[in-house]
C-alpha cells in the first residue's frame, strides 16, 4: 500500500501529548479529507491531536491497485480496506490507540471496521449520518452526470439548507469536480458500489462493537434518514444516538460549534 498522506496541523493545535482523534472523511465524489473537515478542524485541534488522512479511492488516494493486490469490489471491501489502511497508519506513527470520528459511508464503515477488526486500537468513536448502514444509492451519484452542475447540486443535498452555505459550496464545488474527474476517481467509486462478489467479507455485526460510540444525525438529512442512525445505535452494545436539531447530512457544515460540543463531549468522557 501507498504511504497515506494526512493534512498538515492547522494553528492552535493541541500538545503533542493531546488524544489523538482520526478523522475519517465521507464518500461523496471528489472528497477529500481537507475539504471535509475544513468548518470544524481547527477547533477540533485545540482539543485533539488530529490526523486526517485521504482515504483509499479519494483524493491522494484514488490510486487503489495497492490494496490488497487489486481494487476492492462493494462497500464492504472497501470498509475493511480502509480500515486496514487506518491501521497502517497508526503503527507507522507508534499509535497503540485513538478516538475516531467517521463520516457517513466511507469514513463511518471505515471506524465500524476498524472496530471490528481491531478494538483494542480505539478508544472512543463518533459516527455520523449512519456511517453506511442503510440502504445504498438507488443510482451511483454525479457521475451518471459528471458536470459543475451536477456537482453543485450534490453538494447542495448535503445540507439542510444552502442558503448560508453558498459561499463556501461555491468553493468547494470545483476542487471537487477536479478531484472526481481524475483518471481513476469513476472506476473507484463505481467499484464502491459494485455488487460484492461471492465469498466477499460479511457486514459488520454492530452487536460484537463494544467501543463507546456516539452516533450522530442531522434532523433534517436528505442522505440519509435518522432511522438508520437509531437502528445502528440500538445495535451497538455501548451506543448512543444525538439527532441535531436543524441540521442536514453535513452536520459539521450546518451546525460546528455544537457538533465540535458534542464530539468534545463525548471522547473526553
Same mark, same amino acid.
Given at each position: 500500500? /501507498?504511504?497515506?498522506?494526512?493534512?498538515?496541523?492547522?494553528?492552535?493545535?493541541?500538545?503533542?501529548?493531546?488524544?489523538? +482523534?482520526?478523522?475519517?472523511?465521507?464518500?461523496?465524489?471528489?472528497?477529500?479529507?481537507?475539504?471535509?473537515?475544513?468548518?470544524?478542524?481547527?477547533?477540533?485541534?485545540?482539543?485533539?491531536?488530529?490526523?486526517?488522512?485521504?482515504? +483509499?479511492?479519494?483524493?491522494?488516494?484514488?490510486?487503489?491497485?495497492?490494496?490488497?493486490?487489486?481494487?476492492?469490489?462493494?462497500? &464492504?471491501?472497501?470498509?475493511?480496506?480502509?480500515?486496514?489502511?487506518?491501521?497502517?497508519?497508526?503503527?507507522?506513527?507508534?499509535?497503540?490507540?485513538?478516538?475516531?470520528?467517521?463520516?457517513?459511508?466511507?469514513?463511518?464503515?471505515?471506524?465500524?471496521?476498524?472496530?471490528?477488526?481491531?478494538?483494542?486500537?480505539?478508544?472512543?468513536? #463518533?459516527? !455520523?449520518?449512519?456511517?453506511?448502514?442503510? $440502504?445504498?444509492?438507488?443510482? #451511483?451519484?454525479?457521475?451518471?452526470?459528471?458536470?459543475?452542475?451536477? !456537482?453543485?447540486? /450534490?453538494?447542495?443535498?448535503?445540507?439542510?439548507?444552502?442558503?448560508?452555505? %453558498?459561499?463556501?459550496?461555491?468553493?468547494?464545488?470545483?476542487?471537487?469536480?477536479?478531484?472526481?474527474?481524475?483518471?481513476?476517481?469513476?472506476?473507484?467509486?463505481?467499484? !464502491?458500489?459494485?455488487? $460484492?462478489? $461471492?465469498?466477499?467479507?460479511?457486514?459488520?455485526?454492530?452487536?460484537?462493537?463494544? /467501543?463507546?460510540?456516539?452516533?450522530?444525525?442531522?434532523?433534517?438529512?436528505?442522505?440519509?434518514?435518522?432511522?438508520?442512525?437509531?437502528?445502528?445505535?440500538?445495535?451497538?452494545?455501548?451506543? %448512543?444516538?444525538?439527532?441535531?436539531?436543524?441540521?442536514?447530512?453535513?452536520?459539521?457544515?450546518? &451546525?460546528?460549534?455544537?457538533?465540535?460540543?458534542?464530539?468534545?463531549?463525548?471522547?473526553?468522557?
Amino acid at each position: 500500500m /501507498t504511504a497515506t498522506k494526512t493534512n498538515g496541523p492547522p494553528p492552535g493545535r493541541a500538545d503533542e501529548q493531546a488524544p489523538v +482523534l482520526v478523522l475519517l472523511h465521507g464518500g461523496g465524489p471528489g472528497v477529500d479529507a481537507l475539504g471535509n473537515w475544513a468548518t470544524v478542524r481547527p477547533a477540533l485541534s485545540a482539543s485533539f491531536r488530529c490526523l486526517a488522512p485521504d482515504l +483509499l479511492g479519494f483524493g491522494t488516494q484514488v490510486t487503489t491497485g495497492e490494496a490488497d493486490g487489486g481494487t476492492p469490489l462493494g462497500p &464492504r471491501a472497501w470498509a475493511r480496506a480502509r480500515a486496514r489502511q487506518i491501521l497502517s497508519l497508526l503503527d507507522r506513527q507508534g499509535l497503540r490507540r485513538v478516538h475516531l470520528l467517521g463520516n457517513s459511508a466511507a469514513g463511518g464503515a471505515a471506524a465500524l471496521a476498524l472496530m471490528a477488526e481491531a478494538p483494542e486500537r480505539v478508544d472512543r468513536t #463518533v459516527l !455520523m449520518g449512519g456511517a453506511g448502514t442503510g $440502504p445504498p444509492p438507488a443510482r #451511483v451519484p454525479f457521475y451518471e452526470e459528471p458536470t459543475a452542475e451536477s !456537482m453543485r447540486a /450534490t453538494l447542495a443535498r448535503l445540507v439542510a439548507d444552502e442558503t448560508p452555505h %453558498r459561499d463556501l459550496l461555491d468553493e468547494l464545488a470545483p476542487r471537487r469536480l477536479e478531484q472526481a474527474l481524475r483518471p481513476g476517481a469513476e472506476a473507484a467509486f463505481r467499484a !464502491m458500489f459494485a455488487e $460484492p462478489p $461471492p465469498g466477499g467479507p460479511p457486514p459488520v455485526d454492530p452487536a460484537g462493537v463494544r /467501543t463507546p460510540v456516539l452516533a450522530l444525525h442531522g434532523e433534517r438529512d436528505r442522505v440519509s434518514p435518522v432511522e438508520v442512525s437509531e437502528r445502528l445505535a440500538e445495535a451497538l452494545p455501548n451506543g %448512543r444516538l444525538r439527532v441535531v436539531a436543524g441540521a442536514g447530512h453535513w452536520i459539521h457544515v450546518d &451546525r460546528p460549534d455544537e457538533f465540535c460540543e458534542l464530539v468534545g463531549e463525548f471522547l473526553s468522557a
